[in-house]
Antibody
């Protein structure tokens, strides 16, 4: 069965960096695009970034562009989110998610999600 | 960025009721929309993809419709386990955007 397990969250001071990881299993990781989505506690969902199956294409929300970097290691079935210059408004639970399917170079829907890892940016 | 406007933001309904949630896109997104259910403390769960296709394992009381800019999630015969917050998500273009959510409370 598909499993996505995030790790790396914690408390970090403003301006510092943090790297989140997502360990994938139960599917051919190297065949699927992957996404990060975040959620401020008690608030709605915000799409953060995604990466194509082979890592060549990456897209970011404007709110994180230039500060966050998504990457993957298909040999380890792992997804990463490098977060730099963290701000208080980056405080959220961060979820990794697997797309449902891709067609004609586009991918659709977030079929499987991890349990999330909480990032708290505070001095 | 495409804005997704969801309504209502919350609703209260009785078991057995029919519930309708709408999502409006700020521009046409063909049928590139999904619906997600999130229960407190849990990750979101995909219910409907490409606007009207039922995800495997999801009860048939959930259905989706719409195309272009206006979309609807319908829950027929609401069950106690349907207490949750529901979100739409457009994957027509980047950045992907969620609606603000609809909290469904059971009367």
């Amino acid at each position: 069965q598909v499993q996505l397990v995030e790790s790396g969250g914690g408390v970090v001071q403003p301006g510092r960096s943090l790297r989140l990881s997502c360990a994938a299993s139960g599917f051919t990781f190297s065949s699927y695009a992957m996404h990060w989505v975040r959620q401020v506690p008690g608030k709605g969902l915000e799409w953060v970034a995604d990466i194509s199956y082979d890592g060549t294409n990456k897209y970011y929300a404007d709110s994180v562009k230039g500060r966050f970097t998504i990457s993957r290691d298909n040999s380890k079935s792992k997804l990463y989110l490098e977060m730099n210059s963290l701000r208080a408004d980056d405080t959220a639970a961060y979820y990794c998610a697997k797309v449902k399917y891709c067609s004609s170079s586009r991918c659709y829907e977030l079929e499987y999600w991890g349990q999330g890892t909480l990032v708290t940016v505070s001095s | 960025a495409i804005q997704m406007t969801q309504s209502p933001s919350s609703l209260s309904a009785s078991v057995g009721d029919r519930v309708t949630i709408t999502c409006r896109a700020s521009q046409g997104i063909t049928n590139d929309l999904g619906w997600y259910q999130q229960k407190p403390g849990k990750a979101p769960k995909l219910l409907i993809y490409t606007a009207s296709s039922l995800q495997s394992g999801v009860p048939s009381r959930f259905s989706g419709s719409g195309s272009g800019t206006d979309f609807t999630l319908t829950i027929n015969s609401l069950q106690p386990e349907d207490f949750a917050t529901y979100y739409c998500l457009q994957d027509y273009n980047y950045p992907w955007t969620f609606g603000q959510g609809t909290k469904v409370e059971i009367k």
